[in-house]
Every structure is written in structure tokens, then in C-alpha cells.
T-cell receptor
Framework: IAGITQAPTSQILAAGRRMTLRCTQD?????MYWYRQDLGLGLRLIHY???????GKGEVPDGYSVSRANTDDFPLTLASAVPSQTSVYFC?????????????FGSGTRLTVV | GQNIDQPTEMTATEGAIVQINCTYQ??????LFWYQQHAGEAPTFLSY??LDGLEEKGRFSSFLSRSKGYSYLLLKELQMKDSASYLC??????????WGAGTKLIIKP
């Protein structure tokens, strides 16, 4: 089934630890995105990639890094987790940056930093 | 700054019609999107408007007025499964989506 796979589904992480959230898509979409969703706030863009080999910073990039070595994979790394990074993280993709067919979202990773 | 406003919560009755409003102020405009998000799930794409007017898609319709910075999502013949949050998002001049906080729609029998 075409779509986006995120792993893990949920995680409890000790503060100060490093963690990578995985995201893989099989739709050959050029653009990919990482968002965090917190109660009462809209989805906030962390990092994005318009095409393989390029990445850009979103609205809330501090404490996070990404890479886009190929079209399918877009991992998000927390170098040293802090409690304020407790959130639900969604990976999304679109056929192109500025695409009008909408984004496809993964099922999310619920991260708790303690 | 960029801002998307939509009501926090709305309640409607099964079988009725509900209109969810969204107003926006963004740096540039390249279209407005509506998404549906059931609790604990990912958002799913509902509609896209870039020109003024009404776009109808089954029980759901979306309206846009660019001069007023305004859109609404109209849901007809409400069903219990329509209970969800509805997210308004505007694509700005950099082709990035700016998201509203979402409207939680509660459907009562």
C-alpha cells in the first residue's frame, strides 16, 4: 500500500539522549516534511526537503536535524532530547514543493521526553 | 506576522449542516487547504482552493474569498464519523503551509 511509514509509533526517551525518528515513503514524492503537533497549536514545520539531497529549516528547527540521502527516506534526529520536545511528530510528503494535490501524512510518532 | 484563525470547537447535530470558518493573514498566497484529522490519527487531505468561489466534493464543499482572506468548509448531511478536527492551511509565498490550530467538530445524535 502506497504511503508513508513512520517508526517508532511511540517512545519514552530520557532527557539528554539522542534519537532518530524514521520516515519512509514509496510514492516517489519529491518533497518531504517534518512537523510537530502540540495541543492547541497548529502543525509547526521543523525541517523540509524539496528534493533529494537538499534540506531546509522550518519554523521550529532548533534541536533537530534531518538528512535526505535519497528520495524515499527522511529521518529526523534529536541530538540531545529535552522535555519541551515532547510532542507528536508527523512526517509528510507531496509530489512537489508547492504541490496542490495535498500532503500525505504518516501515522505519527508520539514522543515523551522525561 | 502570519496568522490563521479558526474556531476552537463546534457542535452540530447528526444530519444537519455545519460551516467551519477560517480567516488568514499570510505573506503571499498560493492556495488554501482543508484537512480532516480524527483523534489520534494523521491529517488527511480534503480540499484545495486557489481561485475565489465554491468547490464542491460530495458532502463537503469549500469556499474561498481571497480579497477577504476568508474560507469556509461546509459539511452537509452530517454523520457521526464526521466528528474530527478540521485543519485550515494556507500556502505562503515560499510554498510552505501555514496551519491553523484546527476546529474540533463534535457531532451529537
Amino acid at each position: 500500500i502506497a504511503g508513508i511509514t513512520q517508526a517508532p509509533t511511540s517512545q519514552i526517551l530520557a532527557a539528554g539522549r539522542r534519537m532518530t525518528l524514521r520516515c519512509t515513503q514509496d510514492m516517489r514524492h519529491n518533497a518531504m516534511y517534518w512537523y510537530r503537533q502540540d495541543l492547541g497549536l497548529g502543525l509547526r514545520l521543523i525541517h523540509y526537503s524539496n528534493t533529494a539531497g537538499t534540506t531546509g529549516k522550518g519554523e521550529v528547527p532548533d534541536g533537530y536535524s534531518v538528512s535526505r540521502a535519497n528520495t524515499d527516506d527522511f529521518p529526523l534526529t534529536l541530538a540531545s532530547a529535552v522535555p519541551s520536545q515532547t510532542s507528536v511528530y508527523f512526517c509528510a510528503s507531496s509530489d512537489s514543493a508547492g504541490g496542490t494535490n495535498g500532503y500525505t501524512f504518516g501515522s505519527g510518532t508520539r514522543l515523551t521526553v522525561v | 506576522g502570519q496568522n490563521i484563525d479558526q474556531p476552537t470547537e463546534m457542535t452540530a447535530t447528526e444530519g444537519a449542516i455545519v460551516q467551519i470558518n477560517c480567516t488568514y493573514q499570510t505573506s503571499g498566497f498560493n492556495g488554501l487547504f482543508w484537512y480532516q484529522q480524527h483523534a489520534g490519527e494523521a491529517p488527511t487531505f480534503l480540499s484545495y482552493n486557489v481561485l475565489d468561489g465554491l468547490e464542491e466534493k460530495g458532502r463537503f464543499s469549500s469556499f474561498l474569498s481571497r480579497s477577504k482572506g476568508y474560507s469556509y468548509l461546509l459539511l452537509k448531511e452530517l454523520q457521526m464519523k464526521d466528528s474530527a478536527s478540521y485543519l485550515c492551511a494556507v500556502m505562503d509565498s515560499n510554498y510552505q503551509l501555514i496551519w491553523g490550530a484546527g476546529t474540533k467538530l463534535i457531532i451529537k445524535p
